[in-house]
């Protein structure tokens, strides 16, 4: 599956324009930044944030949707629109760009998928994920959480952290019972050295 960065290559190459072109449309200082760009891109999309894709899709005149998750069609006029998704748009979403519709096709495609894996990736994904999520990274997540966050596995793992508390109540009464009974043992018994009268 192409990424972003084939799909900037893929404007230059139908444009017949230089990276230093694209550059320029884009604003920014050298030409060699969107070189850097293309790099970072192809090392993990997560390390290039999404309003330096956003300043490349308008350089481009394309549309963001398309350049960032490659659904669409580039000459899309939703490059002004900004984020695909409603939730792209609070601070904490800055990062994980099309989450939400990521999410839906993910659900899509692992529907045996259990529901508290979703909930769970869901909950807590959109937090810590960075740049552009794919509903592969998704599944990824689920599949780790459905194991991870199964109620079931969970309970059993309460039902033993509560045995072994009470094992250890336990032990602690036994080992406070003896102490008592040996300091009880000790007053109780005559101190050498004295007589009895």
Do not use: C
Not at 10 to 24: F, Q, T
Not at 38 to 61: F, S, Y
Not at 89 to 104: E, K, Q, S, W
């Amino acid at each position: 599956m192409a990424g972003v960065a084939d799909r900037i290559r893929k404007i230059l190459e139908e444009r017949a324009w230089s990276e230093r072109e694209l550059a320029r449309r884009a604003g920014f200082h050298t030409p060699s930044q969107l070189n850097g760009i293309l790099r970072n891109l192809d090392r993990d999309e997560g390390a290039v944030e999404r309003a330096t894709l956003k300043r490349i899709a308008r350089g481009a005149e394309v549309s963001e949707r398309w350049l960032l998750l490659g659904e669409g069609d580039a000459a899309a006029e939703d490059a002004e629109r900004g984020p695909a998704t409603r939730d792209s748009v609070r601070p904490h979403m800055v990062n994980a760009i099309g989450f939400d519709d990521a999410l839906v096709e993910a659900k899509r495609r692992e529907p045996k998928i259990r529901a508290h894996a979703w909930e769970a990736v869901a909950g807590s994904s959109r937090y810590i994920l960075r740049g552009i999520v794919t509903p592969e990274d998704i599944i990824k997540l689920a599949r780790v959480a459905e194991e991870l966050a199964d109620p079931a596995r969970i309970e059993a793992a309460l039902e033993a952290q509560t045995a072994r508390v009470r094992e250890l109540e336990a032990q602690m009464a036994r080992d406070l019972a003896a102490r008592k009974a040996a300091a009880a043992k000790k007053t109780a018994a005559p101190k050498r050295g004295t007589r009895a009268r």
